[in-house]
């Protein structure tokens, strides 16, 4: 699966217009290839709109970049309606949870959407992954609240993404306060992270779009 991270300015007078523009993208739910997309705004800053999508493979999101995406980017305008765009693409590495529990449904209970954007030190690269693999994936799947998600990385560029989704900020609040500092110890965190943005993206339900049954079938 390829994941794509999606960060964007959004001045306070276009946040309107934003939104509205980004409704468009329900166009995707019958592209081949497309699982899903998801965004809102980030909770430590109402002017940074970040987005989360979901595709089969490369293939289908290389095909859809070329032939499908300028139609409906352009020919809406959105580009008028933000200073800046930041646009990661990544391989999912692992799952965390159970991600086809998630592809059926779960994420339409999803309140948040936490994203963690580390960037891993040189020669560290094997023990963050032994550590997101024996660490945090196992406490996360277990935590309530957790709707599951993905763990996706460059290698090559030291970059990692853990993307989950949360029923309630409530829940991931209880999670950061319960967990969180006995589990950075356990997996040693500290001595693996150059750089660690995190993000908590409160869900805009509008935004969301999820591929039709065919499409999510690869027809």
Request: net charge negative; glycine share 8%.
């Amino acid at each position: 699966m390829l994941i794509k991270w999606i960060v964007c300015d959004v001045p306070e007078e276009k946040r309107e217009a934003f939104s509205r523009e980004q409704q468009r993208w329900s166009a995707l739910r019958d592209v081949q290839g497309f699982v899903a997309q998801f965004g809102g705004w980030n909770a430590a800053d109402h002017t940074e709109a970040c987005i989360v999508g979901l595709w089969k493979d490369r293939e289908s999101y290389t095909a859809f970049m070329d032939q499908i995406h300028d139609e409906i980017y352009v020919s809406g305008g959105q580009q008028e309606t933000f200073d800046r765009i930041a646009v990661t693409v990544m391989e999912m590495m692992l799952p965390v949870g159970h991600l086809e529990r998630l592809q059926s449904g779960g994420w339409m209970e999803a309140e948040l959407i936490r994203v963690a954007d580390c960037r891993v030190l040189p020669g560290r690269e094997d023990h963050f992954l032994q550590m997101q693999q024996e660490v945090w994936n196992p406490a996360m799947e277990q935590t309530d609240g957790m709707l599951g998600g993905v763990f996706a990385g460059n290698v090559s560029a030291r970059r990692f993404l853990t993307i989950t989704w949360w029923k309630s900020a409530m829940l991931h609040r209880t999670y950061v306060k319960n967990h969180v500092a006995n589990l950075r110890e356990q997996a040693q965190l500290d001595l693996d992270i150059e750089q660690l943005v995190g993000y908590e993206v409160w869900c805009e339900p509008s935004w969301r779009v999820t591929a039709t049954v065919q499409s999510a079938k690869g027809r």
